[in-house]
């Protein structure tokens, strides 16, 4: 019998990265599909949406105490996502820019 | 890519974070979030920067499935990624302001709804672009243009949906005193985002030279 795909063809280190992406995406719907009974119960209730914002002079001070924590998290994650990025364009980079150095010496030595 | 745009447009982006947060320090505490509004000012940034990188996404991804540019193709791979990053950003910082707003880290509301399947879309972008093989970039280029077809929905989804999100048309009626970090912070993250944008398609382009290089040298 004539088989559809032919796995042959592709890599061992590929069919295992492909699997490997494959059995995340599975966990991440089986928690999807757990999570999902629970989703009514996560809605707040009796609250609606703020229809514009209203500036106001101080803040209760037993307030500021749990929101600043949060605000400085969300401030470090967002510069702890762009230099890491950033970085690793970086990396990327340098790596293949050493590759290309590699590659024009090849091409030179086999021109002369 | 031009490469004397990235340490112009770094440069740019740095006065801007350094600024961001006087002018953010500065604004007045909002009367019903109180102090964790603040969070607003990043957290709708990022979407920002994110939605230009989509859109660039979905024009290079549209200019190499009709015109068969290759350069297109490249810039819609580093537009796919930088729109992953910011995305990042704000499904975290959204969370951090929700846990104190809402009660709850999580909520399937429309727009944490939307926002999460767009960012899983332009996931499995770069899944395919990584694991596809040959011919996968003209189905991820297909993806791409779903993605940008995606922003519309996004934008107006608590405008037309019942959700517990605060609703973008909040943002065009802001104070001058709310406005003036936002709109600063926005153009920090959108310079940031074109900053990203040129470097990762100067990697690619790199990369594309030496593929060209490599068959160059098997030829011989």
Redesign the interface.
Known sequence: MQRLYDMSAVPRERTTVVRRWALIALCVGCLGILGAPTADAAQPTQQSAPDGFVPMDDVPAEEQLPAAPLLAAAYIVVWVIAIGYLWTIWRRLGSVEKELADAMRRVDTDGA | MNKRAFPALIGLSLVFFGVA?ILIVRA????????????FY??FA?WMAMYLAILVLGISSALFLFRRKPSADRLAVAAAEAAV?FG??GL??GP??A??S???W????ARTTMAMILELILVAYL?LRA?G?PGSDRLAAGLGMFAMANLPFLYVS?EIWR?????TS?VP???V??GLPLWWSVAGFIV?CLA?LT??A??EE??A??DR??L??ED?
Do not use: C
Not at chain 2, 28 to 39: A, C, D, F, H, S
């Open positions: 947060p007045p505490n909002e009367q019903e979030m109180g102090l964790i509004q603040k969070i990043f957290h990022s990053v990042l950003m975290i910082t951090l302001w846990v104190k809402w009660g709850v999580w909520t399937w509301d899944i694991y093989g608590t959700t517990i999100h605060p609703p909040v009626q802001l104070p005193d709310f940031l990203l470097a990762r100067r990697l790199e990369r030279t030496l290089l490599y160059a040298l011989e």
